[in-house]
């Protein structure tokens, strides 16, 4: 079993940056796929970005590309999502998983694939 728990959301003005962090325990996650997944109010929650446990391999979402980045420490079990010129619409509950499988580029945004998330972190972005 892996336990998941998140921190650093927060509000935050449009422009500005915050940092997610995702402590996991239980197991060490250096070969498990790290994701964020986001969930808006009235949306379902989508993917946001991962990373596989093989150096180089990190996905994102196309609206976050170039403003998130997502970065692990194995030795801290930690996975963190930079998030940098926030838009009003980043606003949502930001979720950490943890898959054992490899994400590959077609893998790496279905959520029913990810067996252990997080309760979840609350991001608001005000315009």
């Given at each position: ?99 054992g499988r490899l994400a590959t580029a077609q893998t790496m945004g279905v959520m029913t694939l990810y067996d252990y998330w997080g309760q979840g972190t609350q ?5």
């Amino acid at each position: 079993q892996v336990q998941l728990v998140e921190s650093g959301g927060g509000l935050v003005q449009a422009g500005g940056s915050l940092k997610l962090s995702c402590a996991a325990s239980g197991r060490t996650i250096s070969k498990y796929t790290m994701a964020w997944f986001r969930q808006a109010p009235g949306k379902e929650r989508e993917f946001v970005s991962a990373n596989s446990w093989i150096a180089g391999n990190k996905y994102y979402a196309d609206s976050v590309k170039g403003r998130f980045t997502i970065s692990r420490d194995n030795a801290k079990n930690t996975v963190d999502l930079q998030m940098n010129s926030l838009k009003p619409e980043d606003t949502a509950v930001y979720y950490c998983a943890a898959d054992g499988r490899l994400a590959t580029a077609q893998t790496m945004g279905v959520m029913t694939l990810y067996d252990y998330w997080g309760q979840g972190t609350q991001v608001t972005v005000a315009s």
